[in-house]
């Protein structure tokens, strides 16, 4: 791909689209095919905004520039790394968020809930609380405190490396007093506390998936996919934990892609509401309190006062 100044930004984003091509790369990392990702690859490398329209895609380039972004578009075929990876940017629900390897790239069909506020079971309006479990770089309870403005959101995940990545964006979205990034194992570090909505885009990746993936998403920490043999090790346990941190009229969202099937085998007493998007994918299921409820899945109170989980699987 050598350089020649002069080349027109068109050109220069269609031969890079074919070197991609050529390469055999996977897309899934905030664009789904080679065109898609070499526009906001070529974009950023010179330096124009990636998220608006661009105006002129005649513009005659400096030399620099298209050493520039054949440079990244290398980059993106040697290292295998996603396009979000070598940007340091994604976008969710309409928000830019800083992304690295120390966090997934965000890519989850829950963001079309979020940008209409859950309106479907929610008043937007009467959302105090929300948790997001499972945060990653904070992008879904980012953008829950803009879909919710009255709402407190806590943001808790395993990993302190994905920690420190949310803590940039809630700083960058100045929500330091409204989203709170806590460390620990799922409902651990919220310890009697009860939220509105639930949200939760957990590892679900099964071991044969797992082994399976393009290198692309090898590139992303293990610990936000991995999630056992069946994929439903994170899951099973947000379901039989959740309602003693649902508020009675709340409502849990988790994500599970390819492991939906098993999640409904191993739990058939719960009705799952799958939903679908307008992106086409899958895999989303919204439950209420009053559901987990009815299937057995209630937080009674303990002798000490406190609620514990309760689920058909455990002993009562």
């Given at each position: 791909?050598?350089?020649?100044?002069?080349?027109?930004?068109?050109?220069?984003?269609?031969?890079?689209?074919?070197?991609?091509?050529?390469?055999?790369?996977?897309?899934?990392?905030?664009?789904?095919?080679?065109?898609?990702?070499?526009?906001?690859?070529?974009?950023?490398?010179?330096?124009?905004?990636?998220?608006?329209?661009?105006?002129?895609?005649?513009?005659?380039?400096?030399?620099?520039?298209?050493?520039?972004?054949?440079?990244?578009?290398?980059?993106?075929?040697?290292?295998?790394?996603?396009?979000?990876?070598?940007?340091?940017?994604?976008?969710?629900?309409?928000?830019?968020?800083?992304?690295?390897?120390?966090?997934?790239?965000?890519?989850?069909?829950?963001?079309?809930?979020?940008?209409?506020?859950?309106?479907?079971?929610?008043?937007?309006?009467?959302?105090?609380?929300?948790?997001?479990?499972?945060?990653?770089?904070?992008?879904?309870?980012?953008?829950?405190?803009?879909?919710?403005?009255?709402?407190?959101?806590?943001?808790?995940d395993l990993s302190p490396a994905a920690l420190e990545v949310?803590?940039?964006?809630?700083?960058?979205?100045?929500?330091?007093?409204?989203?709170?990034?806590?460390?620990?194992?799922?409902?651990?570090?919220?310890?009697g506390r009860r939220y509105r909505l639930i949200v939760s885009?957990?590892?679900?990746?099964?071991?044969?998936?797992?082994?399976?993936?393009?290198?692309?998403?090898?590139?992303?920490?293990?610990?936000?996919?991995?999630?056992?043999?069946?994929?439903?090790?994170?899951?099973?346990?947000?379901?039989?934990?959740?309602?003693?941190?649902?508020?009675?009229?709340?409502?849990?969202?988790?994500?599970?892609?390819?492991?939906?099937?098993?999640?409904?085998?191993?739990?058939?007493?719960?009705?799952?509401?799958?939903?679908?998007?307008?992106?086409?994918?899958?895999?989303?299921?919204?439950?209420?309190?009053?559901?987990?409820?009815?299937?057995?899945?209630?937080?009674?109170?303990?002798?000490?006062?406190?609620?514990?989980?309760?689920?058909?699987?455990?002993?009562?």
């Open positions: 791909m050598p350089a020649s100044a002069g080349e027109s930004l068109e050109s220069l984003i269609q031969r890079s689209a074919a070197r991609l091509d050529r390469a055999g790369l996977h897309f899934g990392h905030g664009t789904d095919n080679a065109l898609d990702e070499a526009h906001w690859l070529v974009l950023h490398a010179i330096g124009l905004p990636v998220e608006e329209p661009v105006a002129d895609y005649a513009l005659a380039l400096t030399a620099d520039e298209i050493a520039a972004a054949e440079a990244l578009i290398e980059r993106r075929v040697g290292e295998r790394r996603p396009a979000a990876y070598l940007t340091g940017s994604a976008w969710f629900a309409g928000l830019e968020f800083f992304v690295d390897e120390r966090c997934l790239v965000p890519r989850s069909p829950i963001a079309e809930l979020i940008v209409d506020g859950f309106s479907a079971w929610l008043d937007p309006a009467g959302v105090d609380a929300v948790l997001d479990l499972c945060t990653g770089g904070g992008c879904i309870a980012i953008a829950c405190a803009h879909a919710f403005p009255a709402a407190r959101v806590d943001a808790v949310a803590r940039i964006n809630i700083q960058r979205y100045a929500l330091d007093g409204r989203v709170s990034a806590l460390q620990g194992d799922l409902f651990a570090p919220v310890a885009n957990p590892p679900y990746v099964d071991a044969a998936d797992l082994a399976a993936m393009p290198a692309e998403y090898r590139r992303e920490p293990q610990l936000g996919l991995a999630a056992g043999d069946d994929g439903l090790e994170i899951a099973a346990r947000i379901l039989r934990e959740a309602r003693a941190h649902l508020a009675d009229d709340g409502i849990l969202c988790v994500e599970v892609g390819n492991s939906a099937a098993a999640l409904e085998a191993r739990f058939p007493e719960l009705p799952f509401l799958w939903l679908e998007f307008a992106s086409g994918d899958g895999g989303v299921f919204v439950l209420s309190a009053a559901e987990l409820d009815a299937a057995g899945f209630a937080a009674p109170a303990r002798a000490d006062g406190f609620p514990r989980p309760n689920h058909p699987e455990e002993p009562r």
